[in-house]
């Protein structure tokens, strides 16, 4: 193998160190340069991802206190709205009894009236079918009619000690 020759190893050695020394010089110049850009970009997207994301997050945690804070106000004006509701139909329901009240009220009132009327018109009846029976009484007690005044103040006196 000529690679092994004793002979040719100061020879290999000095292109060894030139190629060595010419690559290094081409990845330092070239090939580093690159890699640094490649890696300084990448880094650069990672912390613009980052930061991006960070962003998002905060964005969603705003857009969810926003909607907790909606959903606490929906939920207020949902309870202020059935209270205020509750409120009004007690109040429609306690006009309502007011007025079913008044309108009892005036209904037995009229009822009174009417029994009122009823009494007294029985009452004049009940005087005038006395006085009728009184003088037909005394007519056959007796056999004469009676005076219609006599019979009248009679009746009056009786229905007077009764009441």
Same mark, same amino acid.
């Given at each position: 193998?000529?690679? @092994? ?7 290999? !050695?000095?292109? !060894?160190? #030139?190629?060595?020394?010419? @690559?290094? !010089?081409?990845?330092?110049? !070239?090939? %580093?340069?690159? #890699? ?8 650069? $997207? %990672? ?5 991006? &994301? ?10 969810? &206190? ?19 509701? $509750?409120?009004? %139909? ?20 009229? &009822? ?16 005038? #079918?006395? %006085? ?25 006196? &009786? @229905?007077?000690?009764?009441?």
């Amino acid at each position: 193998m000529p690679q @092994l020759v004793t002979a040719d190893f100061v020879p290999q !050695l000095v292109w !060894l160190a #030139i190629t060595f020394i010419a @690559l290094y !010089l081409a990845m330092w110049r !070239l090939a %580093i340069p690159r #890699i640094v850009d490649v890696l300084e970009e990448r880094q650069r $997207r %990672i912390d613009d991802d980052l930061m991006r &994301a960070e962003s998002l997050k905060r964005e969603a945690n705003e857009a969810l &206190a926003a909607y907790e804070e909606a959903l606490a106000e929906a939920r207020a004006n949902a309870q202020r709205t059935a209270l205020e509701t $509750r409120d009004t %139909i007690k109040k429609q329901a306690a006009d309502r009894e007011a007025d079913l009240d008044d309108t009892l009220a005036q209904k037995n009132e009229e &009822a009174s009236s009417r029994i009122r009327s009823a009494q007294e018109e029985a009452q004049g009846n009940v005087r005038q #079918i006395a %006085i009728n029976t009184a003088r037909a009484v005394t007519q056959r007690l007796i056999g004469t009619e009676p005076d219609d005044d006599a019979v009248g103040t009679s009746v009056d006196s &009786a @229905l007077k000690e009764k009441n």
